[in-house]
Structure formats: C-alpha cells, structure tokens
C-alpha cells in the first residue's frame, strides 16, 4: 500500500473547517455545555478545540452530496430496502481494496456497528456469561457487555512504550474460562490505532476456535490505514481458521457518515446469519433509513479519490503533531498510529490523574479530548485526539496545549 497509488485526478479541500453550531453536533455541543459548567475561563466558545468524538469536521464528499440532493427530488421517502445496486457497490469495494470476496448472501444491515454488537451479545451469549475485550478499547465494547448483564473480561494490551500488541497468554488463559463465550476484536484498534497483521489474525482465530469462543470483529476503521500498514480483515483467514465469525463494517468513518446510520455485517456462516438478524429484528430494527443506501453506493462508486487524498491529509496531521509534540512538548509522548485518524496520546509524565488531566484541558484550555480513563483497563495516563481537522486548527491547538507546559 501506497499513497503514490492513490486517485489525485480531482483535488479536494480539506483545510476549510465546517462550522458545525447550530446543527446537533455531538462533540461540539457537549463540548459547550460542559465549557458552560466551569465559568470564565477567558476565551469564547469560539477558542474551544472539542477533538473527541469520532467523526470529521470536513466538507462531505461532494459525489456523496449530490447523490443525496438527487434522492431528496423523489418527494417520496417511504420504508426502502438496498436493492441490487447497493450490494454490488459494497462487494466491489471490499474486493478492490481489501482484496475480500463476500457473497451477497453474507450481508446483513444495522443502523451502527454498536448495535450489531448488542444484537450478537444479546443473540448468542447469556446473562452472565463473560464476553473478552482488549482493553483500552472503544468505550462501548465493555459499556454494551455491561448493560446487557453480562460480564467484561479483560484482555489487556501489552504496552512497550510506543506501540501494543496482544497479550496471547493472557487471551490463552481467558478463553479457556467456560464463562467466555464472546471475543469483541477490534480492528484496527480504537484508540491505540495498531492495524492487527494476518499471523496476529491467526494467532486470535486458533485460541478462539479451541475454546468455542465467537468471534466479532469490528472492522469501521478499515479503509483507515496508512502505508506501509494495510488492513488484514479477519475473513481473509481460511473458512476452517476464522469460523463462524461476524465481521461489522460501515462508510460511516471512511466517508464521514455516522449520522445517516448505515453498516454493513458480513457472517458467512448462515446459521449465525439466521440468529443475528432474527434479534435484529425483535429488537425493533428492519430497514435502514431511505438515504442511506443511496449515500453507500455514491460512496463505494463515486468517492475513492475523496478517500485517497483525506488518508494523505491525515497522515500529515499525525507527522505534524509527532513532530510538534517531540520537539515543543516532551512530557507528551504520542504512539505511532498505524490505523484510524484518532492519535493517542501519553500523559503519563504529567503525573496527575485522568479526571484531574481532563478538568485541566477543558476548563483552563478549551480542549475537550476524548479522555483515556473511559477506554478501560490501561488507558488511564492517555488522551485520544481526533486529527480530522484542519491542518490549521491541529497547529493552534497543539500551540495551546504547549502553554501549559
């Protein structure tokens, strides 16, 4: 993988920042209201950087916006199912750039990756049994295992200083638990942004395989992955190795869709299938929205070169920041990012804890990362910053974190 194979034939602008008050934004609303509770700091919600929820503030992709305008012409916005179009557009692109062969049997639908994972732990675990995350993770792993009364077990990542990996003996020694029944696998890695290799693929799908432990593979950040690092899906292992795994992929990051709630999951077998989407179902999900096909095929069809060139601004925001922190800030060490646009970052040397760190930044700073503690087991010294922004916005706010310093 390369970024000189990239589609440069139409440029895109990427260094406009989308002003996003006044429509709903997650981040940018929480971010406020939170500011708010703190009093004057000595600077506007203007001056505030909320760089902690997953999505990006830049312009849609404009092949994705006109398919829209033109689906919103129709008058007509009734109950709509993906027709043939839609499956050939995600078989395509999972075939041309991660080299998968799906059949059109395997795809099932969800409004969001979290909600595939609630309907797998509700469809073929109990309450009480344990399902295995690795922490530090995507907060919702542990949060929906929780919720839905069963029980978290660790698989901490080993940490060298700069880079994880899985702790196998651990995951040997928790699999072999008869409560385990469900391995929650992220790839790549949400926040530590580690792209998992084939053989470390291999190594997870044996253990798995030899205690009847199901695997779920969240794959959202897929398209996310920078040379020389390429994504290995785990349906890339033999039929024999991966098993009856589920496999939950979306646009949504790629393309910054989140808000039209579309992802795609792949179960190959067809009796997991039959389970899966019979909870789907009685959890009250049939259909996805009427625009969310159309956004998918402009997507996959139209808007790889918008892709392409966003993965190349990315990067050079992580080299700028890994360069700025190395040289300006010392006592912040960032970890290499492999996979994702989400930069983790180590506080440790601040020597105070999490909630202390977060207090700091968003009352005395403006800054509103997505603090590590909330990722679980090993991410309390660490900080995730978003670097879809702005070249210019990452420069100011890597500035202002300096001040404390």
């Not at 808000?259 to 009796?271: E, H, K, M, T």
Request: with cysteine.
């Amino acid at each position: 993988m390369s970024f000189d194979n990239f589609d440069n034939r139409v440029v895109y602008n990427f260094d406009e920042l989308v002003d996003r008050s006044g429509h709903g934004s997650i981040k940018w609303e929480n971010a406020k209201r939170l500011f708010a509770s703190y009093g004057d700091c000595g600077f506007g919600y203007s001056g505030l950087f909320a760089v902690s929820t997953a999505d990006m503030d830049f312009r849609m992709a404009p092949e994705i916006v006109e398919a829209l305008c033109g689906a919103a012409s129709e008058l007509v916005y009734g109950y709509t199912e993906p027709a043939a179009a839609y499956f050939d557009a995600v078989i395509s692109w999972f075939s041309r750039r991660h080299g998968i062969c799906i059949e059109r049997d395997w795809l099932v639908f969800s409004p969001g990756v979290v909600s595939a994972l609630c309907y797998a732990i509700s469809a073929f675990t109990n309450i009480g049994d344990g399902v295995i995350v690795q922490t530090p993770v995507y907060r919702p792993f542990h949060a929906s295992v929780k919720s839905l009364g069963r029980r978290v077990i660790n698989n901490t990542l080993l940490f060298d200083g700069n880079n994880y990996r899985i702790n196998f003996d651990d995951l040997e020694s928790k699999a072999s638990d008869s409560a385990a029944k469900m391995l929650i696998l992220c790839n790549p890695h949400n926040p530590v942004g580690r792209v998992w290799k084939l053989e470390e693929l291999e190594r997870v799908a044996d253990i798995c395989n030899r205690h009847n432990v199901l695997v779920v593979s969240d794959e959202i950040h897929a398209d996310i992955v920078f040379p020389p690092f390429c994504h290995a899906s785990y349906l890339l292992l033999p039929p024999e190795l991966r098993g009856k795994v589920i496999v939950c992929t979306s646009p949504s990051k790629s393309f910054n869709m989140c808000g039209l709630q579309v992802s795609n999951i792949i179960i190959p077998d067809g009796g997991v299938r039959l389970r899966f989407v019979r909870q789907s179902h009685d959890c009250g999900f049939h259909t996805l929205n009427c625009f969310a096909a159309t956004a998918t095929i402009a997507a996959y069809n139209k808007a790889e070169g918008w892709l392409d060139q966003l993965l190349k601004y990315i990067y050079a925001n992580y080299e700028l920041t890994k360069e700025f922190i190395e040289s300006k800030i010392p006592q912040i060490k960032t970890c290499q990012l492999q996979g994702t646009y989400l930069q983790w970052l180590n506080f440790d040397a601040m020597g105070i804890s999490g909630r202390e760190r977060e207090r700091l930044f968003r009352s005395k700073l403006g800054i509103f990362f997505e603090s590590g503690y909330i990722f679980g087991e090993g991410g309390e010294s660490f900080e995730r910053l978003n670097l879809a922004y702005p070249k210019h916005f990452i420069i100011e706010l890597l500035q202002r974190l300096k001040s404390i310093f």
